[in-house]
């Protein structure tokens, strides 16, 4: 297929030359991903993380030619067949592509983890497009749950000594975690003896 606009040819010759083979939005995410299940360390840059959580939620929607490629590259990984229309069939996948950030369309088309893995015949645009709203809900899930344990951070910072919290203040931060998922339910420890609950 010729793109009519620049004489482009794209399709199952189309290669992955010119998609990195990792992306910054790769890394970000993998850092935020250990962030996630890694225990809550007092020395985590909280900084970098704030400025990479920007960046992912800055992340733009792949060119047109990376959506071209994309989509070439993921017809190339399946065997040839007969098609009515395969310009037809690429052209409506590009749409797709060009609808989600250029991470987002690597992982579909990634060989190991995608669905060139999972499939063994070329999905139907439905599937892909379905694929790329997977994806891109996996890393919002991703995002959402890196910016709730950063804010778990702010709560075990260690406070200078004039500004311990007292007693309630610490069970209100706990019950707090305890609410998000970032605790378990044990961490909450009893009232003493005939100390009552401070409504919150």
Same mark, same amino acid.
């Given at each position: 297929?010729?793109?009519?606009?620049?004489?482009?040819?794209?399709?199952?010759?189309?290669?992955?030359?010119?998609?990195?083979?990792?992306?910054?939005?790769?890394?970000?995410?993998?850092?935020?991903?250990?962030?996630?299940?890694?225990?809550?360390?007092?020395?985590?840059?909280?900084?970098?993380?704030?400025?990479?959580?920007?960046?992912?939620?800055?992340?733009?929607?792949?060119?047109?030619?990376?959506?071209?490629?994309?989509?070439?590259?993921?017809?190339?990984?399946?065997?040839?067949?007969?098609?009515?229309?395969?310009?037809?069939?690429?052209? *409506?996948?590009?749409?797709?592509? +060009?609808?989600? &950030? !250029?991470?987002? /369309? =690597?992982?579909? $088309? %990634?060989?190991?983890?995608?669905?060139?893995?999972?499939?063994?015949?070329?999905?139907?645009?439905?599937?892909?497009?379905?694929?790329?709203?997977?994806?891109?809900?996996?890393?919002?899930?991703?995002?959402?749950?890196?910016?709730?344990?950063?804010?778990?951070?702010?709560?075990?910072?260690?406070?200078?000594?004039?500004?311990?919290?007292?007693?309630?203040?610490?069970?209100?931060?706990?019950?707090?975690?305890?609410?998000? *998922?970032?605790?378990?339910?044990? +961490?909450?420890? &009893? !009232?003493?003896? /005939? =100390?009552?609950? $401070? %409504?919150?």
């Amino acid at each position: 297929m010729t793109n009519e606009r620049d004489g482009r040819q794209i399709g199952p010759a189309t290669s992955f030359a010119g998609l990195s083979s990792v992306s910054e939005s790769d890394l970000v995410l993998e850092n935020l991903e250990g962030l996630i299940i890694g225990p809550i360390m007092s020395d985590v840059d909280e900084a970098r993380i704030r400025s990479d959580l920007l960046s992912l939620a800055r992340e733009k929607n792949a060119s047109e030619e990376e959506a071209y490629k994309l989509a070439g590259y993921l017809f190339a990984l399946y065997p040839a067949r007969d098609m009515a229309s395969q310009e037809g069939f690429i052209a *409506g996948v590009f749409v797709h592509f +060009a609808n989600h &950030p !250029l991470g987002v /369309g =690597r992982a579909v $088309v %990634d060989p190991l983890h995608g669905l060139p893995s999972r499939l063994k015949f070329l999905p139907s645009i439905s599937e892909i497009a379905e694929a790329l709203e997977v994806e891109e809900e996996r890393r919002r899930g991703i995002i959402e749950k890196a910016e709730r344990r950063l804010e778990s951070l702010s709560f075990r910072k260690p406070y200078p000594r004039s500004e311990k919290p007292d007693f309630d203040t610490r069970r209100r931060i706990v019950k707090n975690l305890i609410k998000q *998922g970032l605790l378990p339910e044990s +961490a909450l420890l &009893p !009232l003493p003896p /005939g =100390r009552k609950e $401070v %409504d919150e």
